[in-house]
C-alpha cells in the first residue's frame, strides 16, 4: 500500500472515531463534564505515557525542560485545548451535540479569521466571501437560538487557537499530547480527589462505567495518533477535504441518534456555514493547484532535456 493511501485510511480512521466520539461520551453519564474532562487528562497521560515508553522516547523531556519558551507555549496550548475538551464534553452531555457540530463545522473560517488579525495574512476575494456567508450564518443563529451559538464558537475559537500555538511549537503528536495533558493532570488529579472526599465521584461505581471512564485516555489519544499519521503523508488539500467527516458524523448523531430538534432556521444557518464552506474548499483547491502550476513553470528545465 502506497503512503498516500494510507494516509488517507489513518484520515478517515480519526474522523470517523471524532465524528462518532458523542455516543462515547454519552456512555460516561451519570459523571459530569468536569469528572470526565479530568478523567479524560488522567488517563490520556497514562496511556501515552506507556506508550512513550513502548517507543523508548523519553528522552524529549529532558531537552524540552531547557527551552522555557517552548513549556509557557505548551501551557497555553494545555489551557485551550482543556477549553475545547470540556466545552465539548459539556455541550454533548446537555443535549447540544447539533451545536458542538456547528463549532466544527465554522472551525475553518475562524482559522481564516486568526490568520488575518493575529498573522496579519491578506485574504483572496473568495476567502473574504466565506468569511461574509459565515458571519450571516452566525447572525441567523443567533435569531434562531435567541442567543449567540457561544458553545459552537467557543469550540470553534478554542481548537484554532490551539492548532495556532502547536504549528509553532512543532511538537510530534504522541509528544505534544503528554506533556499538555502532564501540564493539566495535577489540577485534574486534585479536582478528582477533591470529589471523592464529597462522595460525588461516579469512579468505581459499577466496573462497566468504570473501564468506560479508564478508557477515555485511549479514545483521546488514539484518532490524535491516527491524524498525525494522515498528516504526515497527505497534502493539505486532502487533509482539509477529510476534516468535513467529523462534524457530518457529529451532526448526524445530534439529529438522527439522539433526536435533537433542526427547525427550518436552524438548517438555513448550517446551509450558509456548507456554502461558506463550499467557497472556502473550492478556492484553496484551485490556489494550491494554481501555486504548484506556477511551481513547475518556474522550475529550471535540466540540462539533459533541452
Known amino acids: 500500500m502506497n503512503q498516500t493511501r494510507l494516509g488517507y485510511l489513518y484520515g478517515f480512521g480519526a474522523y470517523l472515531l471524532w465524528g462518532f466520539f458523542p455516543i462515547y461520551l454519552k456512555l460516561l453519564r451519570p459523571a459530569g463534564p468536569v469528572e470526565i474532562l479530568a478523567h479524560r487528562i488522567v488517563w490520556s497521560v497514562v496511556f501515552v505515557a506507556l506508550l512513550l515508553a513502548a517507543m523508548r522516547n523519553i528522552g524529549f523531556l529532558r531537552a524540552l525542560a531547557r527551552r522555557p519558551r517552548a513549556l509557557a507555549a505548551i501551557t497555553a496550548a494545555a489551557a485551550l485545548i482543556a477549553v475545547n475538551w470540556g466545552t465539548y464534553i459539556y455541550g454533548v452531555n446537555s443535549d447540544r451535540v447539533v451545536e458542538t457540530a456547528l463549532g466544527y463545522f465554522i472551525n475553518p473560517l475562524v482559522v481564516v479569521l486568526i ?81 471523592g472526599r464529597q462522595g460525588e465521584a461516579t469512579f468505581g461505581h459499577g466496573s462497566r462505567h468504570t473501564v468506560l471512564l479508564v478508557l ?40 438522527l441518534v439522539f433526536h435533537e430538534p433542526m427547525p427550518p432556521a436552524r438548517l438555513a444557518g448550517f446551509a450558509l456555514v456548507w456554502v461558506a464552506l463550499v467557497v472556502f474548499t473550492v478556492d484553496a483547491v484551485r490556489h494550491t493547484r494554481r501555486t504548484r502550476a506556477e511551481a513547475r513553470a518556474a522550475a529550471p528545465v535540466p540540462a539533459g532535456a533541452r
Open 115 to 195: 490568520g488575518v488579525f493575529v498573522l496579519r495574512e491578506r485574504l483572496r476575494p473568495a476567502q473574504w466571501a466565506a468569511l461574509g456567508v459565515g458571519g450571516l450564518a452566525v447572525a441567523v443563529l443567533t435569531v434562531d437560538y435567541g442567543r449567540l451559538p457561544w458553545l459552537a464558537l467557543t469550540l470553534a475559537f478554542s481548537f484554532a487557537g490551539y492548532g495556532l500555538v502547536k504549528k509553532r511549537l512543532g511538537l510530534p503528536a504522541t509528544e505534544g499530547l503528554f506533556v499538555e495533558s502532564a501540564v493539566l493532570a495535577l489540577p485534574a488529579l486534585a479536582y478528582l480527589g477533591w470529589l
Open 216 to 255: 477515555a485516555g485511549a479514545a483521546t489519544a488514539i484518532p490524535l495518533l491516527l491524524f498525525a499519521g494522515a498528516a504526515n503523508r497527505l497534502p493539505l488539500t486532502g487533509l482539509g477535504m477529510l476534516q468535513y467527516l467529523a462534524p457530518i458524523l457529529q451532526l448526524g448523531c445530534g439529529v
